[in-house]
């Protein structure tokens, strides 16, 4: 049974389709799938979802780009928002350097912030980082503690940057990016133990191939798995459980 543990199925790409997209979940044994949130209302759209639907998981969580107008009454918010029984993380937070706009000083305070929730309510965390490695782990470093926990999403770092993260209790969750021709993701599945590992889409975006170009959807997570598999020679079954168990015993839920 296969994992997606990032998916944004509540974004408005579905409102057209969403009931198909989740019905081609069961067809392709698509068994786990985790909504994060990006804001306030992304992150109450995903526990709507997650309310519909006994195999999908929200994620309570406030994205670096989206930091700029956030309120106390929004850390309020959020903090009532995690108590909700099918939120398994708080996520996505985190830092990205991309836009030129980026308010760094306030995406450090939110990530920190919002790392302090996880740790109160004893979450694990799903981190986006981009184009700000050192950032990103001088800040896991400094708020560390023995319940901090989680994943690293989209992952886009090298070997060296992974084996940081799982030294610091992360998993690397492995996108559809690997199947791309120049990912240097395959190296990183080659040098780590399956262990280590966890499957995702972030669709809609970054449709994997065959379906490159396409919107993304949860059921696409498949050809991660059997990328993933080639890599490290193992049977897609084999990938697939493993995959599953972390990320079961990582969210804490038992389905199988
Ligand atoms: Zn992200
Ligand atoms: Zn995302």
């Avoid at 029984?85 to 991309?98: F, M, N, P, R, T």
């Avoid at 599945?189 to 889409?201: F, G, H, R, W, Y």
């Avoid at 669709?203 to 991660?224: D, I, M, Q, T, W």
Wanted: some cysteine.
């Amino acid at each position: 049974m296969f994992v997606d543990i990032h998916a944004h199925l509540s974004f408005a790409d579905y409102d057209a389709d969403r009931s198909d997209v989740v019905a081609r979940l069961k067809e392709q044994r698509v068994s786990l799938v985790v909504n994060p949130g990006t804001n306030v209302q992304t992150s109450r759209d995903a526990i709507a979802l997650a309310e519909q639907y006994e195999f999908v998981y929200a994620n309570v969580g406030l994205h670096p780009n989206d930091v700029h107008q956030i309120t106390d009454d929004d850390f309020h918010t959020l903090d009532a928002l995690l108590a909700h029984q099918k939120v398994v993380a708080v996520g996505e937070i985190g830092l990205d350097y991309h836009y030129p706009d980026a308010n760094i000083p306030k995406q450090h305070q939110c990530f920190r912030e919002m790392l302090r929730l996880a740790k109160r309510h004893d979450l694990p965390v799903v981190i986006h980082t981009r184009e700000a490695w050192d950032d990103t782990f001088k800040i896991m470093q400094e708020e560390s503690s023995s319940n901090l926990r989680g994943a690293m999403h989209c992952f886009s770092g090298g070997v060296e940057e992974a084996k940081k993260c799982l030294a610091l209790g992360f998993k690397i969750s492995i996108p559809g990016i690997i199947t791309f021709k120049k990912s240097t993701l395959p190296d990183v599945v080659a040098a780590l133990d399956i262990e280590d590992l966890l499957t995702e889409t972030d669709c809609p975006y970054l449709a994997p191939a065959p379906h490159r170009g396409k919107r993304n959807e949860p059921s696409f997570v498949v050809e991660v798995a059997k990328k993933i598999a080639a890599v490290k020679g193992l049977a897609i079954e084999t990938v697939a459980e493993t995959v599953h168990q972390s990320a079961a015993e990582l969210f804490a839920v038992s389905q199988k």
